[in-house]
């Protein structure tokens, strides 16, 4: 299975401020995924990425707030742009696992605090 | 993609064998049924998937009715370790599609007491 590790671990922010959260998995993977998972609460979907196009959002999440890189087959990167404290949440990125269908490993997430 | 519902909250004791159930009553004919779990300040961890009948490996046992309306999960002796949420999910399997997302509804917390 890909092996996924995210940074910064975790953040303490100020509002207005922005925050770019890298993530890299040890093999090529086609498609990663970002989730925000806020206190307490499920995981929501913000954008598919895939290398060399761009990143498809989910309804509620835009560009310009979240905007994502994905240079090449290994890594990602997403922008919490602006912060407000309601951006206080834990943001995972994931990979599709092509050895079984629908499957998808996680990294172990960053926790992001606005203050 | 189908919506679930599963039981907010769960409570067993160690060696006990636990049974969550999630219920779609959605689900399309080309829909699987995909169970995660996440442990705290943890990603989810894929744990087992089905379409139909029943599933079995090392972790637990997927239980699918014949009209696959619902699925349960099976646990076999919990020990305090297997404390976490465990989400069901179920999507249309889609490869080479544009996207595979996963939609997570609310998860069962699963406490295990000594």
């Known amino acids: 299975s890909a092996v996924i590790s995210q940074k910064p671990s975790r953040d303490i922010c100020q509002r207005g401020t922005s925050l770019t959260i890298q993530c890299q998995v040890d093999?090529?993977?086609?498609?990663m995924f970002w989730y925000r998972q806020q206190p307490g609460q499920s995981l929501t979907l913000i954008a598919t990425?895939?290398?060399?196009?761009?990143?498809?959002?989910e309804s509620g999440f835009v560009i310009d707030k979240f905007p994502i890189s994905r240079p090449n087959l290994t890594f990602s990167t997403l922008t919490v742009s602006n912060m407000s404290p309601e951006d206080s949440s834990i943001y995972l990125c994931?990979?599709?696992?092509?050895?079984?269908?629908?499957?998808?490993?996680f990294g172990p997430g960053t926790r992001l605090t606005v203050l | 993609l189908a919506k679930t519902t599963q039981p907010i909250s769960m409570d067993s004791y160690e060696g006990q064998e636990v049974n969550i159930t999630c219920s779609h009553n959605?689900?399309?004919?080309?829909?699987?049924i995909t169970w995660y779990q996440q442990f705290p300040s943890q990603g989810p961890r894929f744990i087992i998937q089905g379409y139909k009948t029943k599933v079995t490996n090392e972790v637990a046992s997927l239980f699918i009715p014949a009209d696959r309306k619902s699925s349960t999960l099976s646990l076999p002796r919990v020990s305090l370790s297997d404390t976490a949420v465990y989400y069901c999910l179920v999507g249309d399997i889609n490869y080479g599609g544009a996207t595979n997302k996963l939609i997570f509804g609310t998860g069962t917390l699963l406490a295990v007491q000594p």
């Open positions: 959605n689900i399309a004919t080309n829909d699987y």
């Open positions: 990425a895939n290398q060399g196009s761009e990143a498809t959002y």
């Open positions: 093999s090529q993977v086609t498609m």
């Open positions: 994931s990979v599709e696992e092509g050895a079984a269908p629908d499957t998808q490993y």
